[in-house]
């Protein structure tokens, strides 16, 4: 039986935890547990674009490195977008 590579088991276990997320979101009985389910479903969101785009033959430590490196990358680019809406929106008036 051939081994299932770590970033394919983890792709699969965000995709578990989103569609968990979502039942917690879409509850009606608890604001606390809407918001656990809310902050759950953004981190597995995150997570899940991450390792959704590394490849697949990677072991623990390249899934690992590469990941962090796209979050990187990810929360460059929403810094970038916070610093230059003051300014584009000056471009509008």
């Known amino acids: 039986m051939q081994k299932v590579p770590f970033a394919e088991r983890a792709e ?30 953004v981190a597995a969101t995150f997570l899940q674009i991450a390792v959704g785009n590394v490849p697949k033959h990677l072991g623990f430590a390249g899934t690992a490195v590469r990941t962090l490196i796209i979050l990187a ?7 970038l977008g916070i610093f230059l809406v003051p300014f584009l929106a000056q471009l509008g008036r």
Do not use: E, K, N
Not at 12 to 22: A, E, H
Not at 26 to 39: E, K
Not at 73 to 79: E, K, M, P, S, T
């Open 12 to 41: 699969m276990v965000l995709i578990f935890t989103m569609l968990g997320g979502i039942v917690l979101v879409a509850q009606r009985w608890s604001i606390d547990v809407y918001r656990f389910g809310l902050v759950v479903l």
């Open 73 to 79: 990358v990810i929360v460059a680019l929403f810094c």
